[in-house]
């Protein structure tokens, strides 16, 4: 069945420093792939998404390409600030269906 | 515009005592859904309503039911609270027709179950 794995946490990094959070996936045909984060006391919110091979999904400095070959959907961004400090779901939707499939999410902490 | 909302924010139920969960989405969406959140668990799905009038079981639909009221509310009941039901409850909207859209997340409810 469709699945999404991603790595464990917490990351700590400092400010200013480069983060990656990986996320790789299972899915029988072409999903949509997301991130979202949720900040604490709060729901989850979209941050970024693709919903097909090769599309870079951006927003507030994040970036994730959607890779088909590696079934990869890496989050990344240049420079992180103490107010990114949240939990980061990545998630997919099977193409045309109804249901969501989400990794178990990684905290990232960052120090000013 | 206010997206998906939750009632109530918190609640203390004490083991036994039933409630009922409310969302309301004003995005006009087909699907709805409601998760838990437990510590490191992720989300995990209850039940779901692809559109209005059907409901299907998620991964842990055991001591749960729904109603799909209309096109715009999907209740969550809890029938014997216990202590396992302890958790966050998060409700979610998605537009059914497009194919690939997101879901849309209300803000939670925090339930503790003594």
């Known amino acids: 069945g469709d699945s999404v794995t991603q790595m464990e946490g917490p990351v700590t990094l400092s400010e200013e420093a480069f983060l990656t959070i990986n996320c790789t996936y299972t899915a029988t045909g072409y999903p949509s792939l997301f991130w979202y984060v949720q900040y604490p006391g709060e729901g989850l919110q979209l941050l970024l998404k693709a919903t097909k091979a090769d599309d870079k999904g951006s927003n507030k400095g994040f970036e994730a390409t959607y890779r088909k070959e590696t079934t990869s959907f890496h989050l990344e961004k240049g420079s992180v600030q103490v107010s990114d400090s949240a939990v980061y779901f990545c998630a997919l939707r099977a193409y045309n269906f109804n249901k969501f499939y989400f990794g178990s999410g990684t905290k990232l902490n960052v120090k000013p | 515009n206010a997206g998906v909302t939750q009632t109530p924010k918190f609640q203390v139920l004490k083991t036994g005592q039933s409630m009922t969960l409310q969302c309301a989405q004003d995005m006009n969406h087909n699907s709805m859904y409601w998760y838990r959140q437990d510590p490191g668990m992720g989300l995990r799905l209850i039940y779901y309503?692809?559109?209005?009038?059907?409901?299907d079981k998620g991964e842990v639909p055991n001591g749960y039911n729904v109603s799909r009221l209309n096109k715009r509310e999907f209740s969550l009941r809890l029938e014997s609270a216990a202590p396992s039901q302890t958790s966050v409850y998060f409700c979610?909207?998605?537009?059914?027709?497009?194919?690939?859209?997101?879901?849309?997340f209300g803000p939670g409810t925090r339930l503790t179950v003594t």
């Open positions: 309503s692809a559109s209005e009038g059907t409901t």
């Open positions: 979610a909207s998605s537009e059914q027709r497009e194919g690939r859209g997101e879901q849309y």
